[in-house]
Structures are given as structure tokens and as C-alpha cells.
């Protein structure tokens, strides 16, 4: 799409911002207004759309994309939203730990125990820890309590969460993240452990590292996100 504005910018309406283009408030895809909970995410999704050059680029718009997914998704059918989440907590990636080689089993060790024993502290639940790649199911108790634990965010927050939860392939690293009982960095570091260690040991794939690096820049917004809809 051409670019067929001159000024993007933020402005205060009932029940939130919302973000004008030429004066006009913008849409959703659904053609919902678009309209954000603070004025810091409204003023970065317009910094967004005064970023586009001759040409609307929406993959270079993140922040618009996860405000209009809030709006147009999740809002929509948030329960159903939980659920896919929530399921992670079965299946959280830090449960399942390597039969071999010992070192990169010491690295799990050492880089996801500190998180799950938060987890535990910070929830009250317990995990079951699995050695390979066969499913075992978390108590059910776990799991519950982690969805409780989602269905308490604001739906802007959660829609960040999807993300997330998705390139981590971790609700605790996720939830973690969202309580600053981690960094990114420890966050990103690891959730990718496994392929980092393949990296090491084997070298780098050039289409691994694209597609590591695409995921880094979806984490990198879900972050940013998270920190404005706090704000």
C-alpha cells in the first residue's frame, strides 16, 4: 500500500489513545478503532507508521500488529486464547531435559532450574521432569495454576504473551519475563539453549541464524509490548 499520510500521532479519546493519521483515528483490520489502554504505546504505534516510507510495510509495524490482534483476536475470544496458551504449562520446555551428552545436560541444569524453582515458589506448584522427548504430563494442579495466572492479565499484556510463550516454548519463561524475574536476555539465552549448544558444537546454519534472528526481532517487540502495556 502507498503511504497516504503526511502525520501519524497520539491522541487522548475516552477509554484510552488512540493513534491518528492525518488527523483521522485508524482502524483495525476488522475495522475496529484502534485504541490503546497509555499514551507511551499509542506514541510508539505512531512512531511506527511516521517510520513508513513511500510504502506501508506492515511487517515493519510490530506494535501495531500485536494492538490489533488485542483488539481484533483476543478480546474477541479470550478464553479460548488462555486455553492455547495455558497448554504450554503441560508441555513447558524446561521439564524436558537431554539423556546425553552430560554437558549439555549440566547446562540445562544450571540455566532452567532457577527458573522452574521460582516458578514453584512464586505459584506454589511443583514439576515433573522428564529425561528425552516423551510427553509427561504436569499435575494438573500446575497447570491450573498457571492458567490462573494468564486469565489475570489485561488483554493487551496477553496478546504479548502469545509470542512469547511461542518462541520460548516456555509459559515460565514467559511468565518470568512478564514479573522481571528474568531478563531477555537470560529469558532468550534460555529458551535456546539446545540450538545454541548444536551451534557450538556443529556451527552455524545460515538459515538457522536468519530464522533465529526473525524470532529475536518477534521476541524483541513482544518485550516492548509488555513494557507499554505496563506503562
Known amino acids: 500500500m502507498k503511504r497516504f499520510y503526511k502525520e501519524a500521532a497520539a491522541a487522548p479519546v475516552d477509554g484510552g489513545w488512540q493513534v491518528t493519521l492525518d488527523g483521522r483515528a485508524i482502524r483495525t483490520p476488522a475495522k475496529a478503532p484502534l485504541v490503546v489502554p497509555g499514551e507511551a504505546m499509542a506514541r510508539a504505534i505512531a512512531g511506527e507508521w511516521a517510520a513508513q516510507g513511500e510504502e506501508i510495510k506492515p511487517g515493519s509495524m510490530p506494535l501495531t500488529g500485536l494492538a490489533n490482534a488485542t483488539i481484533d483476536r483476543v478480546s474477541a475470544g479470550r478464553e479460548a486464547f488462555i486455553d492455547s496458551l495455558a497448554a504450554y504449562g503441560d508441555g513447558d520446555v524446561l521439564a524436558y531435559r537431554a539423556e546425553h551428552p552430560d554437558d549439555l545436560l549440566q547446562r540445562q541444569v ?16 511443583e514439576f ?8 509427561k504430563p504436569q499435575p ?26 511461542t518462541i520460548t516454548g516456555s509459559l515460565v519463561i514467559a511468565l518470568a519475563l512478564l514479573e522481571s524475574a528474568i531478563d531477555a536476555e537470560t529469558g532468550w539465552t534460555a529458551a535456546h539453549l539446545d540450538e545454541l549448544y548444536q551451534v557450538e558444537k556443529w556451527g552455524e546454519d545460515s538459515l538457522a541464524t536468519a ?3 526473525h524470532r529475536r526481532a518477534d521476541f524483541d517487540a513482544a518485550m516492548c509490548f509488555v513494557r507499554l502495556s505496563a506503562s
Open 110 to 125: 544450571a540455566a532452567w532450574n532457577p527458573i522452574l524453582d521460582w516458578a514453584e515458589r512464586r505459584y506454589g506448584v
Open 128 to 135: 515433573t521432569l522428564v529425561q528425552g522427548i516423551m510427553h
Open 140 to 165: 494438573a494442579g500446575t497447570v491450573a495454576t498457571l492458567r490462573a495466572a494468564l486469565a489475570g492479565l489485561d488483554d493487551f499484556t496477553l496478546t504479548a504473551m502469545q509470542p512469547l510463550v
Open 211 to 213: 530464522a533465529r534472528d
